[in-house]
């Protein structure tokens, strides 16, 4: 091969990989800027969420460790920039679909898009394993003090159930799980 075309093809790979790391670094500050709380609640129907006393008064919004995740630290995996990025700009196009074909600032249209929300979030989060809880906790150093609880966690250490299984209204006003969502559940398949 001529020296000129090992140039050029010397030349469209740096060329390439500059695009793709200026690309990644672009793409990054994306999803750091779009991972604020005050990004979040920006929208209309989060001002609802905002508000909540169930969700200003729940461990995650105020607790005396003085730890506050923000949304995304529950809502976006960051496992790596790929699902990090590929989750923010699916859940962005969803959500902002969802803010322009839907009146949230009435009550009952909210609860009723929140409600379906909760249970859509809660198979995503089983799903993938609580992976953006276990960011934050580590299965192994959670010791809870009833018999229940450390035999949950037993489970969990054995990768037999996930922490959404039991723990599905910590941070948001409560909504009922589903019947298959307890029946998909190592608590639910115990029933059966």
């Known amino acids: 091969m001529p020296r000129s075309r090992w140039l050029l093809l010397l030349a469209v790979l740096v060329g390439g990989g500059l695009l793709g790391a200026g690309a990644m670094i672009v793409s990054l500050e994306v999803n750091k800027a779009t991972s604020s709380d005050e990004f979040c609640t920006s929208c209309h129907s989060m001002k609802f969420v905002a508000n909540d006393p169930h969700f200003v008064n729940s461990a995650h919004a ?6 506050n995740p923000t949304c995304a630290d529950c809502h976006i995996p960051k496992t790596n920039w790929f699902v990090e990025t590929y989750t923010h700009a699916k859940s962005g196009v969803r959500d902002m679909y969802a803010e322009y074909t839907h009146n949230f600032s009435d009550a009952k249209t909210w609860e009723a898009h929140r409600v379906a929300l909760a249970h859509e979030v809660r198979d995503v989060m089983r799903a993938e394993d609580s992976v953006t809880c276990r960011s934050c906790h580590d ?3 959670i010791n809870p003090k009833s018999e229940r609880g450390q035999a949950a966690h037993a489970l969990l250490r054995e990768g037999r159930m996930t922490c959404i299984d039991c723990h599905i209204n910590l941070v948001h006003a409560p909504v009922a799980p589903s019947i298959d969502f307890i029946r998909g559940s190592a608590i639910g398949a115990k029933a059966n």
Do not use: P
């Open 139 to 141: 299965a192994k150093t």
């Open 62 to 67: 105020s607790n005396s460790a003085g730890v």
